[in-house]
């Protein structure tokens, strides 16, 4: 059973940083990309960040450019640190991955999902 496993939540007041983690079992996810999406209550999910297959390449949510950063530790290892947070950020995180290996922003190409890490910004 392939599982994506995120950890790393909390409540943080504004300005503070966090990092998640991803872990992902089941198969191996050496050619996929990987990726956070982030959904706030009574919004739509929104792309945060995501990496490709070999960690070479990143892609970022125009929201969160300069501030989050998405790493590699291995093939099925995901990270993503929060810096400079803000209220707006509060959301669930979800850690997704794609048999496709581009780091894409498109929710529809990630075939596995997380169950999401509460990220709570306090102002």
């Known amino acids: 059973q392939v599982q994506l496993v995120e950890s790393g939540g909390g409540l943080v007041q504004a300005g503070g940083s966090l990092r998640l983690s991803c872990a992902g079992s089941?198969?191996?996810?050496?050619?996929?990309?990987m990726g956070w999406f982030r959904q706030a209550p009574g919004k739509e999910r929104e792309f945060v960040a995501a990496?490709?297959?070999?960690?070479?390449?990143t892609n970022y949510g125009d929201s969160v450019k300069g501030r989050f950063t998405i790493s590699r530790e291995n093939a099925n290892t995901v990270y993503l640190q929060l810096n400079s947070l803000k209220p707006e950020d509060t959301a669930v995180y979800y850690c997704?991955?794609?048999?496709?290996?581009?780091?894409?922003?498109?929710?529809?190409?990630?075939?596995?999902w997380g169950q999401g890490t509460q990220v709570t910004v306090s102002s």
């Open positions: 990496i490709n297959w070999s960690g070479g390449s």
């Open positions: 997704a991955s794609g048999r496709r290996p581009f780091a894409t922003a498109v929710a529809g190409a990630y075939d596995y």
């Open positions: 089941g198969r191996t996810f050496s050619r996929d990309a």
